[in-house]
């Protein structure tokens, strides 16, 4: 394959990702402002990860399989649901300057623990499978477009 596969940069993202709710985590208790910023990039970026995958892996996961309204891409669609919630609940409480996000945070963790490993090692890898290269030159360019 001559593009980076799916998985590996999908991958890299929610490491970036969990780096960002990390710094957001340690840095709540001693420097709130930083902290917030740190949620808002984190959010941002997890908001155009979803809207990436929902706009491109998935339906193109689900025309090669023939699997619509079923299967892993639901499961997908049903976490990325509770973790909407979770962000919402989070940025709800920094913008009111509340810092008791530990609990709201120590469920989005979780969710998103389960969900991208599954995404890493299962979706991922299939759609890898599943895509030739210019279908993933095509993945890549449609990104740009593709707005959370």
């Known amino acids: 394959m001559n593009v980076q596969p799916i ?3 999908y991958g890299h993202d929610h490491d970036r990702l969990d780096e960002l709710f990390q710094q957001f985590r340690a840095s709540k208790e001693t420097d709130f402002p930083r902290a917030g910023e740190s949620f808002r990039q984190f959010r941002k ?6 809207a990436w995958e929902e706009g491109i892996l998935f339906p193109l996961f689900e025309e090669k399989t023939g699997l619509h309204g079923c299967g892993p891409t639901e ?3 049903q976490e ?3 973790i909407k919630r ?3 609940q989070i940025g709800g409480k920094i ?3 509340d810092a008791a996000t530990d609990a709201d945070g120590a469920a ?3 969710t998103l623990g389960a969900h991208n490993e599954k995404e890493e090692n299962i979706l991922y890898p299939a759609i ?3 895509l030739g290269d210019a279908e993933h030159q095509d993945v890549y360019g449609r990104m740009e477009t593709v707005k959370g």
């Open 7 to 9: 998985a590996q940069w």
């Open 45 to 50: 970026g997890l908001e155009q990860h979803i």
């Open 75 to 77: 499961v997908m669609r």
């Open 80 to 82: 990325h649901r509770e």
């Open 86 to 88: 979770l962000l919402e």
């Open 95 to 97: 913008e009111r300057n």
């Open 108 to 110: 989005l963790l979780q």
């Open 128 to 130: 890898d499978e599943l």
